[in-house]
Protein backbone atom coordinates (compact mmCIF):
# COMPACT_ATOMS: atom_id res chain seq x y z
CA UNK A 1 0.00 0.00 0.00
CA UNK A 2 2.75 2.17 1.20
CA UNK A 3 4.82 1.94 -2.42
CA UNK A 4 1.37 2.25 -4.36
CA UNK A 5 0.89 5.72 -2.86
CA UNK A 6 4.66 6.47 -3.22
CA UNK A 7 3.99 5.46 -7.25
CA UNK A 8 0.69 7.51 -6.92
CA UNK A 9 2.96 10.12 -5.50
CA UNK A 10 5.52 10.48 -7.94
CA UNK A 11 3.13 10.29 -10.68
CA UNK A 12 1.34 13.13 -9.46
CA UNK A 13 5.55 14.85 -9.41
CA UNK A 14 5.97 14.71 -13.10
CA UNK A 15 3.31 16.20 -14.31
CA UNK A 16 3.06 18.91 -11.90
CA UNK A 17 4.87 22.18 -12.17
CA UNK A 18 7.03 23.89 -8.88
CA UNK A 19 6.55 27.86 -8.25
CA UNK A 20 9.45 29.50 -7.48
CA UNK A 21 10.14 33.43 -6.39
CA UNK A 22 13.51 34.04 -7.39
CA UNK A 23 14.82 37.77 -6.02
CA UNK A 24 11.51 38.83 -6.71
CA UNK A 25 10.58 37.12 -10.12
CA UNK A 26 8.33 34.64 -10.53
CA UNK A 27 9.19 30.99 -12.15
CA UNK A 28 7.10 27.96 -12.84
CA UNK A 29 9.15 24.84 -13.45
CA UNK A 30 8.25 21.75 -14.62
CA UNK A 31 9.04 18.98 -11.41
CA UNK A 32 10.63 16.89 -13.95
CA UNK A 33 13.21 19.20 -14.98
CA UNK A 34 14.05 19.28 -11.30
CA UNK A 35 14.17 16.34 -10.52
CA UNK A 36 17.04 15.57 -13.16
CA UNK A 37 19.00 17.22 -10.43
CA UNK A 38 17.75 15.50 -7.35
CA UNK A 39 21.22 16.07 -5.45
CA UNK A 40 21.46 19.90 -5.96
CA UNK A 41 20.43 22.23 -3.61
CA UNK A 42 17.03 23.24 -5.96
CA UNK A 43 16.38 19.44 -6.11
CA UNK A 44 16.25 19.03 -2.38
CA UNK A 45 14.73 22.29 -1.65
CA UNK A 46 11.50 21.41 -3.71
CA UNK A 47 11.97 18.17 -2.60
CA UNK A 48 11.43 19.10 0.82
CA UNK A 49 8.68 21.74 0.07
CA UNK A 50 6.47 18.74 -1.47
CA UNK A 51 6.91 17.16 1.43
CA UNK A 52 6.25 19.67 3.82
CA UNK A 53 3.42 22.10 2.01
CA UNK A 54 1.20 21.91 -0.82
CA UNK A 55 2.14 21.84 -4.35
CA UNK A 56 0.85 25.19 -4.55
CA UNK A 57 2.82 27.26 -2.24
CA UNK A 58 5.55 29.21 -3.69
CA UNK A 59 9.45 28.68 -2.91
CA UNK A 60 11.31 31.52 -2.23
CA UNK A 61 14.85 31.89 -3.16
CA UNK A 62 17.11 34.87 -2.52
CA UNK A 63 19.42 35.11 -5.61
CA UNK A 64 19.63 37.17 -8.34
CA UNK A 65 15.84 36.40 -10.65
CA UNK A 66 17.66 37.52 -14.01
CA UNK A 67 20.23 34.82 -13.18
CA UNK A 68 18.26 32.35 -12.05
CA UNK A 69 16.26 32.35 -15.90
CA UNK A 70 19.78 31.31 -17.70
CA UNK A 71 20.63 28.40 -14.81
CA UNK A 72 17.14 27.24 -16.31
CA UNK A 73 18.17 27.30 -19.87
CA UNK A 74 21.59 25.62 -19.30
CA UNK A 75 19.72 23.18 -17.17
CA UNK A 76 17.22 22.25 -19.93
CA UNK A 77 19.85 22.46 -23.06
CA UNK A 78 23.03 21.46 -21.73
CA UNK A 79 24.63 24.61 -22.97
CA UNK A 80 23.90 28.30 -23.09
CA UNK A 81 25.19 31.48 -24.83
CA UNK A 82 25.29 34.38 -22.29
CA UNK A 83 24.72 37.87 -23.25
CA UNK A 84 27.76 40.03 -23.41
CA UNK A 85 26.48 42.10 -19.86
CA UNK A 86 26.34 38.53 -18.06
CA UNK A 87 30.06 37.60 -17.16
CA UNK A 88 30.91 34.10 -16.89
CA UNK A 89 32.31 34.10 -13.55
CA UNK A 90 28.71 35.64 -12.40
CA UNK A 91 26.83 32.75 -13.92
CA UNK A 92 29.42 30.20 -12.59
CA UNK A 93 28.63 31.50 -9.54
CA UNK A 94 25.24 30.94 -9.58
CA UNK A 95 25.37 27.46 -10.99
CA UNK A 96 27.89 26.38 -8.29
CA UNK A 97 25.19 28.21 -5.96
CA UNK A 98 22.68 25.44 -6.80
CA UNK A 99 25.15 22.78 -7.19
CA UNK A 100 24.21 22.23 -10.85
CA UNK A 101 27.94 21.75 -11.66
CA UNK A 102 29.17 22.68 -14.95
CA UNK A 103 29.80 20.33 -17.94
CA UNK A 104 30.95 22.89 -20.67
CA UNK A 105 29.02 24.55 -23.59
CA UNK A 106 29.25 27.98 -21.55
CA UNK A 107 29.65 30.43 -24.42
CA UNK A 108 29.16 34.32 -24.24
CA UNK A 109 28.69 36.53 -26.79
CA UNK A 110 30.72 39.45 -27.32
CA UNK A 111 30.66 42.76 -27.66
CA UNK A 112 31.28 43.22 -30.66
CA UNK A 113 29.03 40.94 -31.78
CA UNK A 114 26.52 42.52 -30.05
CA UNK A 115 27.08 45.80 -32.10
CA UNK A 116 27.34 44.60 -35.22
CA UNK A 117 24.03 42.59 -35.13
CA UNK A 118 22.78 46.06 -33.23
CA UNK A 119 24.23 48.03 -36.22
CA UNK A 120 22.41 45.31 -38.75
CA UNK A 121 18.91 45.79 -37.27
CA UNK A 122 19.67 49.81 -37.51
CA UNK A 123 20.80 49.61 -40.95
CA UNK A 124 17.29 47.34 -41.81
CA UNK A 125 14.83 49.86 -39.94
CA UNK A 126 16.98 52.82 -42.30
CA UNK A 127 16.44 50.65 -45.22
CA UNK A 128 12.51 49.86 -44.36
CA UNK A 129 11.91 53.35 -43.38
CA UNK A 130 13.51 54.90 -46.87
CA UNK A 131 11.68 52.07 -48.68
CA UNK A 132 8.60 53.00 -47.59
CA UNK A 133 8.81 57.18 -48.03
CA UNK A 134 9.60 56.56 -51.39
CA UNK A 135 6.85 53.92 -52.06
CA UNK A 136 4.43 56.65 -50.84
CA UNK A 137 6.06 59.28 -53.28
CA UNK A 138 6.03 57.05 -55.96
CA UNK A 139 1.92 56.76 -55.25
CA UNK A 140 1.24 60.01 -55.29
CA UNK A 141 3.28 61.10 -58.62
CA UNK A 142 1.71 57.93 -60.16
CA UNK A 143 -1.70 59.01 -59.64
CA UNK A 144 -0.56 62.47 -61.46
CA UNK A 145 0.11 60.16 -64.24
CA UNK A 146 3.85 60.34 -63.73
CA UNK A 147 5.42 56.84 -64.77
CA UNK A 148 8.66 57.78 -64.31
CA UNK A 149 9.07 58.88 -60.54
CA UNK A 150 12.05 61.02 -59.73
CA UNK A 151 13.36 60.76 -56.40
CA UNK A 152 16.12 63.48 -55.19
CA UNK A 153 19.16 61.85 -53.93
CA UNK A 154 19.73 64.26 -51.07
CA UNK A 155 16.01 64.12 -50.27
CA UNK A 156 16.00 65.02 -46.44
CA UNK A 157 13.25 62.50 -45.53
CA UNK A 158 15.66 59.70 -46.14
CA UNK A 159 18.36 58.42 -43.81
CA UNK A 160 20.52 58.14 -46.50
CA UNK A 161 20.49 58.65 -50.39
CA UNK A 162 18.98 55.18 -52.41
CA UNK A 163 22.50 54.90 -54.05
CA UNK A 164 23.69 53.76 -50.63
CA UNK A 165 21.60 50.91 -50.67
CA UNK A 166 22.07 47.52 -52.53
CA UNK A 167 20.13 47.97 -55.43
CA UNK A 168 18.27 44.29 -55.31
CA UNK A 169 17.56 44.18 -51.86
CA UNK A 170 16.28 48.16 -51.71
CA UNK A 171 13.79 46.95 -54.74
CA UNK A 172 12.76 44.17 -53.17
CA UNK A 173 11.62 45.88 -50.08
CA UNK A 174 10.15 48.82 -51.76
CA UNK A 175 8.05 46.61 -54.33
CA UNK A 176 6.77 45.38 -51.07
CA UNK A 177 5.67 48.11 -49.67
CA UNK A 178 3.86 49.31 -53.47
CA UNK A 179 2.24 46.16 -54.22
CA UNK A 180 1.01 45.74 -50.51
CA UNK A 181 -0.64 49.26 -49.95
CA UNK A 182 -0.80 50.59 -53.55
CA UNK A 183 -1.20 47.61 -56.01
CA UNK A 184 2.02 49.30 -58.27
CA UNK A 185 5.23 47.82 -59.00
CA UNK A 186 8.60 49.74 -59.54
CA UNK A 187 11.97 48.90 -61.91
CA UNK A 188 14.98 51.01 -61.76
CA UNK A 189 14.97 53.47 -64.78
CA UNK A 190 18.20 53.48 -66.92
CA UNK A 191 18.29 57.13 -66.47
CA UNK A 192 19.68 56.59 -63.18
CA UNK A 193 23.12 55.39 -64.61
CA UNK A 194 23.35 59.16 -66.22
CA UNK A 195 21.70 61.51 -63.30
CA UNK A 196 22.01 61.96 -59.29
CA UNK A 197 18.21 61.46 -58.92
CA UNK A 198 17.47 57.85 -58.21
CA UNK A 199 14.73 57.23 -61.44
CA UNK A 200 11.76 54.88 -61.26
CA UNK A 201 9.30 53.70 -63.89
CA UNK A 202 6.50 52.95 -61.83
CA UNK A 203 3.07 50.72 -63.47
CA UNK A 204 0.49 48.59 -61.79
CA UNK A 205 0.70 44.91 -60.87
CA UNK A 206 -1.33 44.25 -63.75
CA UNK A 207 0.54 45.68 -66.85
CA UNK A 208 3.96 44.29 -64.93
CA UNK A 209 2.45 40.57 -65.17
CA UNK A 210 1.09 41.34 -68.94
CA UNK A 211 4.37 42.99 -69.98
CA UNK A 212 6.17 39.71 -68.22
CA UNK A 213 4.04 37.50 -70.37
CA UNK A 214 4.43 39.04 -73.62
CA UNK A 215 8.09 39.11 -73.24
CA UNK A 216 7.94 35.35 -72.24
CA UNK A 217 5.50 34.51 -75.28
CA UNK A 218 8.07 36.68 -77.80
CA UNK A 219 11.42 35.20 -76.79
CA UNK A 220 9.53 31.68 -76.96
CA UNK A 221 8.11 32.56 -80.73
CA UNK A 222 11.72 33.65 -81.28
CA UNK A 223 12.84 30.40 -80.09
CA UNK A 224 10.90 28.54 -82.20
CA UNK A 225 11.50 30.56 -85.23
CA UNK A 226 15.08 30.12 -84.90
CA UNK A 227 14.75 26.27 -84.44
CA UNK A 228 12.44 26.00 -87.69
CA UNK A 229 15.00 28.06 -89.93
CA UNK A 230 17.99 26.76 -88.39
CA UNK A 231 19.81 23.91 -90.48
Given at each position: ???????????????????????????????????????SMLGRLVSDTWHKADAESTVFIDRDGDIFGHILNYIRYGSIELPSNLPTSMF?????????????????VSSIDTMKELRKNVEEAE???????IAVDCYHQ??????EV??????????????HYNLRSAMKVLNYYLSRYYGLTASPSR????????????REERDAEDNAKYTLHKNTSQCGLLALISP
Open positions: MAQYAQMNEDSVRIGSTVKLNVGGKQFEVSYSLINEYPEQRELDYYQFGSNGGIKQLHHDMFVYMMEKKSIAADDSRLKHTPFDSLFIDDFILDV
